[in-house]
Structures are given as structure tokens and as C-alpha cells.
């Protein structure tokens, strides 16, 4: 592995039903975030971690999920899916350090629909 | 209003135009500027990071920070077809320790051969 992955690639969910995205980093970032972006709107962040153990809400938190349980996973989970929560989904992570470091590097992404 | 702006685009410029890229952002406290490229279908990737006002140049792109203005452009040279991809900015107060970026919406480029 050599980065951030993230499965899976895409989904097809119907309403309702419980999902969890998976992102996996292999850089020993401390902090690591889910965005999603929409047309017209960018990317918006949804909730982060500072480092293993923590986590905080973004921008759009309502209806999703994260736990941090160790330094190179961060599922977000979506507890019952609705079709405005259709989007593409990013994780990203960042080390930790002096200046330059502010830069986020960023998974594939997933594409979820839902239903 | 929001924090950053940036015009979605798209903008379509022949093979080795000069190519202008824009975001104005409200927030005085950014001091950490960058421009991520983005593919279709893929992740963002960082291509230029700044800090504070002036210009940093790499290859055929200079990234220019105004913070009188609260203005950052991204200039692309000799453009190519392979700079086709949408190009976000984005922002922060802080560097290291906890920060959040404040992207922009993005702006669509096509080169044409």
C-alpha cells in the first residue's frame, strides 16, 4: 500500500440501509478527514481526527459517523442512507510538523448513490 | 457568502495559452495557500503550497498570493492538454498542529490540442 485507499470504489445503496466507507492510510499521518464534493459546491468536510482516539465534526456531520481506533483507519459509516447523501466521498490525511505541512493527500475516493 | 470563491468554469483555452486561475477568499486570518489538481474520477492532488503574500513558481506554474486584496491566482504556461482537470484552492489560518482547509469550489480547465 503505498498512500490512502478506500473502498469500495463505488455503491449503489437504496435508503435506509447502514454503510460504512472504508479508508486505510499507511503514511502514520495523526490527522485524517472525510470530505464530500458535490457539483457546485466542492469539497466540504464532514469530520476529522487529530490523531488515534479523537474525532470532531466538519461542516456537514448530520447522518454520518467516524471512529478512530488506530492510526491508519478511518471508517465513516452512514446509519441509514439517504438519497441526499449521494455524493463522492474523499478521505484525506496530514502529518504532523512545522510549516508545509498543512497539506492533505487525499484517497481515490467512492462514489455512492443512494436510492 | 462564502469563505472562499472561485469560478466554477469551465474554461476551454487551445494548446499554449496562458491560463488564469482565480480564488478570492473573506477570511483576513488565511495565511496558508494552496492549489490542488484534480483529475476526473480521481483524488485531489497538491500541486503548489504558499504561505503568505508573493509568488512561488514551479516549472510552468506560478502560484501568486495578494492578502491586501485577499486574492490568489494559480498561472499555468504553455499549457498542455494533459493540465485538463478541475483546479481547487484552498486555505488556512494555521500550519502544523490542527488545521481545517477551506477549499473552493473549483474551476474546470480543458486544453485543446
Known amino acids: 500500500i503505498a498512500g490512502i485507499t478506500q473502498a469500495p470504489t463505488s455503491q449503489i445503496l437504496a435508503a435506509g440501509r447502514r454503510m460504512t466507507l472504508r479508508c486505510t492510510q499507511d503514511?502514520?499521518?495523526?490527522?485524517m478527514y472525510w470530505y464530500r464534493q458535490d457539483l457546485g459546491l466542492g469539497l466540504r468536510l464532514i469530520h476529522y481526527?487529530?490523531?488515534?482516539?479523537?474525532?470532531g465534526k466538519g461542516e456537514v456531520p448530520d447522518g454520518y459517523s467516524v471512529s478512530r481506533a488506530n492510526t491508519d483507519d478511518f471508517p465513516l459509516t452512514l446509519a441509514s442512507a439517504v438519497p441526499s447523501q449521494t455524493s463522492v466521498y474523499f478521505c484525506?490525511?496530514?502529518?504532523?510538523?512545522?510549516?508545509?505541512?498543512?497539506?492533505?493527500?487525499f484517497g481515490p475516493g467512492t462514489r455512492l448513490t443512494v436510492l | 457568502q462564502k469563505e472562499v470563491e472561485q469560478d466554477p468554469g469551465p474554461l476551454s483555452v487551445p494548446e499554449g495559452a496562458i491560463v488564469s486561475l482565480n480564488c478570492t477568499y473573506s477570511n483576513s486570518a488565511f495565511q496558508y495557500f494552496m492549489w490542488y489538481r484534480q483529475y476526473s474520477r480521481k483524488g485531489p492532488e497538491l500541486l503548489m503550497y504558499?504561505?503568505?503574500?508573493g509568488n512561488k513558481e514551479d516549472g510552468r506554474f506560478t502560484a501568486q498570493v495578494d492578502k491586501s486584496s485577499k486574492y490568489i491566482s494559480l498561472f499555468i504556461r504553455d499549457s498542455q492538454p494533459s493540465d485538463s482537470a478541475t483546479y481547487l484552492c484552498a486555505m488556512s489560518p494555521f500550519s502544523g498542529g490542527y488545521n481545517k482547509l477551506i477549499f473552493g469550489a473549483g474551476t474546470r480547465l480543458a486544453v485543446h490540442p
Open positions: 503514511m502514520r499521518h495523526n490527522a
Open positions: 504558499t504561505y503568505s503574500s
Open positions: 484525506a490525511s496530514r502529518g504532523r510538523g512545522g510549516i508545509g505541512t498543512d497539506t492533505q493527500y
Open positions: 481526527s487529530n490523531t488515534a482516539g479523537t474525532t
